[in-house]
């Protein structure tokens, strides 16, 4: 495999020979994200914008020396989590400029565990699984699942605003942060442990989003619980997706709070084998470390079938109460199966000749019924036009919906598109269509992502999202910030 | 009375002729806030710091059109919705420079309501009882209250991340926000409506708490809900304030989320007539627009109960529920009458030489026993020795604590200082409590603000509190949107 020469070179001695590295497999492996067009691409050995390095620091102030180091060079330096950025965010597309691949996995460690406070403080660089294992031995969870949970770290969710398990109240990491610290090429950045304030804005939601552009993250501080000993669930079927979206627009306004309420189309619950492809399906459910969700369950399920909803049977319960089965295999277990298998799947898909990717967004519910026709109709016709299929009937693109997060001001639809793609042409075919979808999130009034980020994927229709002043502001305090414009140049915004 | 001459012109004629007036009562009720400080030197009609004019637009083509002329006249602007600052925050104590307060009360209307996604666009102007006014109308309420809520105003809210109603969740204006639109000196920054997003840092949150230094709010759509039609209430008494505050750090982490849940010391409880001084008192509520909440009370009362809580006749249930009676004489109401009269009741404080004012903050359960132990000392020390009475014992002072809002890792603590002020220093007197106050809350790992702001007076704490380089990037932005600095010159930031 061909691989462009490092256009840097580590020093051979010094703090930094133990923490950069030319190492042929970091470099390739940190040179993609994990996009359908990064899967394409390393399926195809395309590894155009690999880093000339890689840093693997052990310490926050291997984090700071690197920073150093790189702006002496005058080199890109480009944070990296677990590498699932689906928006381009790790890939150093930067031409002529060298850039290390700063990689926060040695940096993986649980630092502190307030029982009283249910807190924890925990190192950048640690996996979903590594940090809840870790947590688990306290009695505690961060209950912070996204998609990429497996390989994705808790700096890489706090720069990027993740989203997570909860489809209401702390539906991004945001919600479970209490402070963070970052390395700064102008110092360290780091706040007080605070359950709330009111003192100027929110330093931590500044850098919250902030996508290696302000700083590296090292640690935060992040809001834990006890596991939940009570949990309930049930899926409601629904004769179409809009009567669905009513009833979960009264759940999402009813102050019940579902830990899940998760509303797929028709053709998304078949396609996940959670439905037969004639109703639509709505993931309901709830739970507690301390008291049963039973009776929020009732409730929930009255407001359903008020809007036509016809609910299933009820899973689980709190522990003794006989009466309830555990989950089985029923639609909701069949979901939460295919949802963790998918990342998996892709690789197959393309493997196949499956074009499959995804787009997500927010929108309010007065504009959601004509965003969805619209977002909807848009997808479908450029992916006909782009594979070469017919829009509809038999052998059309696949294009599905779902909610993954229900705020009382509106949802946050997640649309999923499969089509014949065309072998080599997977690439330019996916960015026509993607572009496609973008143009209609963008023109309907919603966000350019609810929680995949910006990277440098999205960059044009965030630019024409966020307010110019804002846009000001950000790039006069990276500047002031990153003099060297070093961090993750790109991204977010251009000097 | 004295009053210094206005060292601006307003123009003669023109657009801004109308909006700019040198009025003397205009200049003096816009020369100070509604702090201890402010009542005690408007009461000795001491206004040393008035406005040169006072801008009234009618509109946000008016808010542009004062802040160009400001820029050219490189006169300050001090945005000034409902003037009940008790920070500092409206006052313009800015020596030789002219200064034009700018008065939102003109933007006072609703704008739109979204029914559907349960959402209002409002003027920064419109107060309190202004806005509530125009939603009922709609059956719809923000219930957004502080205790200025009388006269403070949405814009103001926004601008200094007001704390309201709610004890949990919704806690601050910050979580009830959609979007802002404010004026710039480079022009309109007007975010999207958005339920949730994850693009980018958020716009909103950089706005929320900015305190009139980036630009000036001229409306924003907030969320709002159907007015409650359940609600209970009940009173439980502690022995301790401390075994109370175990209790409240267990519901707080229960996951129950009650609506009202404020921990009254012994000494507050008796001060506000909700207590006989003996017991400490938990103010506990449940409200909802959709479903009874007396199973929720029930289990908080259980938790309460597990804590050595006794807790009162439960008040107010679902219409139609007979068996429970609704709100009346009781210590929930008494504490609750006590709450909204007390500003009032301040300026006869001062009259009768009573020195009365407050502190508050938030601090994590880990740290809250020693956290309230070394603050209440060194305030009632500081009381004593300023106020020359004993620290402890008979006539003593009477510094005593409540929470106003809870979280799963910590309270915020609200401090009531009430002393004999000497004539003609208590403004001295109140400055150097204050001053060990907040060396208390801020040596303590505390926030100088929960949401009381942080003005002028917060200022040294303040800058202490904050990230080094977040005030950076704080003052690269402002300096960005703002170059001649006229915004709230001194507040926040420093050129």
Chains 1, 2 share one sequence.
Not at 160 to 185: M, N, Q, Y
Not at 370 to 379: P, Q, W
Not at 415 to 426: C, D, H, Q, S
């Amino acid at each position: 495999m061909a691989l462009r020469e490092p256009r840097l070179r580590a020093p051979a001695s010094g703090p930094l020979a133990e923490v950069l590295t030319k190492d042929r497999h970091e470099r390739i492996t940190h040179a993609l994200g994990k996009a359908y067009r990064d899967v394409v691409r390393g399926f195809r050995g395309e590894f155009d914008n690999p880093p000339d390095l890689v840093a693997l620091p052990a310490a926050a102030a291997d984090v700071e020396a690197v920073l150093a180091w790189c702006e002496e060079e005058e080199a890109a330096v480009v944070p990296y989590g677990g590498g699932t950025s689906v928006v381009g965010g790790v890939e150093p597309r930067l031409g002529d400029r060298p850039s290390v691949s700063l990689d926060l996995r040695g940096l993986d460690r649980i630092l502190e565990v307030d029982q009283t406070s249910m807190a924890a403080r925990i190192q950048a660089g640690a996996t979903g699984p590594a940090l809840e294992e870790g947590l688990r031995e306290h009695g505690l969870t961060l209950r912070h699942f996204p998609q990429s949970f497996e390989f994705s770290t808790l700096g890489g969710w706090v720069a990027t605003r993740a989203g997570g398990h909860f489809a209401t109240l702390e539906t991004h990491i945001d919600d479970l942060v209490e402070s963070v610290r970052a390395v700064t090429p102008r110092g360290v950045w780091e706040s007080r442990r605070l359950p709330g304030s009111g003192a100027g804005p929110s330093p931590d939601r500044l850098l919250l989003g902030s996508e290696g552009i302000l700083g590296v993250i090292t640690d935060a501080w992040v809001r834990v619980r006890p596991r939940p000993r009570q949990k309930v669930s049930c899926g409601v079927e629904f004769d179409g997706f809009l009567p669905g979206a009513a009833a979960v627009r009264a759940l999402s306004q009813s102050g019940l709070h579902p830990a899940n309420c998760r509303l797929l189309d028709a053709l998304e619950a078949a396609t996940t084998g959670a439905g037969d492809g004639e109703s639509d399906l709505l993931v309901l459910g709830f739970e507690s470390a301390d008291h049963p969700v039973d009776a929020l369950m009732d409730t929930a399920l009255e407001i359903a079938r008020d809007h036509g909803g016809r609910p299933g049977a009820v899973r689980g319960a709190a522990p003794g109460a006989g009466n309830r089965r555990p989950a089985a295999d029923d639609s909701v277990s069949s979901w939460r199966s295919a949802f963790l298998a998918a990342p998996y799947l892709r690789d197959t898909f393309v493997a196949c000749g499956v074009l499959s990717d995804t787009f997500e967004t927010a929108i309010t519910w007065d504009r959601f019924e004509s965003f969805h026709a619209a977002a909807m109709e848009a997808v479908r016709e450029k992916v006909a036009e782009v594979c070469g299929v017919a829009p509809n009937g038999p052998g059309s693109p696949r294009v599905t919906c779902r909610f993954t997060h229900v705020y009382p001001d509106g949802p946050a639809p997640y649309f999923t598109v499969l089509a014949p793609a065309r072998r080599g042409g997977e690439v330019e075919q996916w960015d026509e269509i993607k572009a496609a979808a973008s143009e209609a999130v963008i023109d309907g009034g919603g966000t350019i992502t609810h929680h995949h980020a910006v990277g440098r994927d999205h960059r044009p229709w965030y630019d024409r999202q966020r307010p110019g002043p804002f846009a000001a502001a950000l790039r006069s305090a990276k500047a002031d910030l990153d003099p060297g414009a070093i961090l993750n140049p790109g991204v977010l915004i251009d000097p």
